[in-house]
């Protein structure tokens, strides 16, 4: 086998998407701000759990529904204690779970998200020694997708990308129509090493 270069970019958000609801102080639509703290309520034996949120302009609050009437022995022992805590990094991974803010029925705004990649060189042996292997790290569910990743990330055009794409230059393998499909983790980017493409090469192996 032969020794090439592999990459791992971990994608960290920056900020947390925002709920866009009728606010009943501001009587209109406003934006609400994740708090990044949880609300646990008793009902008798059962409890509710609640992400809470608070509008930008008046700072009323509202509570998006994790839980709702559940006893506590049917929730994992420390993911309780983190809700009890208030625990930051759960918080965040509740915030970009689509389908909590579908079980809310909640307009959701991903689009205002930054995000930092985080860039690591590993070592990997493949049959191929001319690609370079970007391994994606991811630990949220962005909407972010395959070609604007590396569009933002290489400093090309999205067309440029599709170019690639196309030209077989960049790659996801065993994977159809991959430029348009979200980043998730485990995912790994293929980008043939040639002169050609130099300058993607070079915006690659660059250290962020």
């Known amino acids: 086998m032969s020794y090439l270069k592999k990459y791992q970019w971990e994608i960290m958000p920056e900020n947390l998407p925002i709920v866009r609801r009728n606010c009943p102080k501001c009587n209109q639509k ?11 309520n008793a009902n008798k034996s059962c409890i509710d759990i609640w992400l809470i949120h608070q509008c930008g302009k008046c700072k009323s609050t509202w509570n998006m529904t994790i839980y709702e009437r559940i006893r506590p022995c049917d929730i994992d022992k420390d993911e309780y204690e983190k809700f009890l805590c208030n625990d930051k990094e759960l918080a965040r991974q509740y915030a970009f779970d689509s389908n909590m803010y579908n079980k809310n029925k909640a307009e959701v705004i991903f689009e205002g998200v930054d995000y930092t990649i985080i860039q690591k060189e590993l070592e990997a042996y493949y049959i191929n020694k001319n690609e370079i292997v970007i391994e994606i790290i991811c630990n949220y569910q962005l ?15 999205r067309n440029k990308i599709k170019k690639l794409y196309e030209q077989g230059i960049i790659f996801i393998k065993d994977d159809k129509n991959s430029l348009n499909k979200k980043v998730k983790a485990g995912m790994e980017i293929h980008v043939l090493s040639i002169l050609e493409n130099i300058d993607v090469i070079e915006s690659i192996v660059q250290v962020i």
């Open 30 to 40: 406003t934006n609400y701000i994740n708090t990044e703290k949880f609300r646990v």
């Open 143 to 157: 909407e972010l997708r395959v070609d604007t990743l590396l569009s933002n990330k290489l400093g090309i055009s």
